[in-house]
């Protein structure tokens, strides 16, 4: 799952991000669950709080594991 995600800074934000790619085979059920109009969400971004990368990438383990649990992947 290390391939999976990464983290990022919005354009013009201060805080950084973690970005969940969801596999191909289950985007139209994540779409489903999180209402989106088209039915299909190929990532899920959660914000990690902090504006420090070192804080940010030991924040991302827990964040990714939150998503895993809501997608129950």
Known sequence: MEDM???FRRTGAQTWSVRF????DRRFD???AY???SGHKADVVKTLGT???KEAMGRR?????AICLVLAI
């Open 5 to 7: 995600h990464s983290i």
């Open 21 to 24: 790619h969801v596999p191909r």
């Open 30 to 32: 994540v779409g489903k």
């Open 35 to 37: 209402g989106t109009k």
């Open 51 to 53: 504006t420090d990368r």
């Open 61 to 65: 383990p827990k964040a990714l594991e």
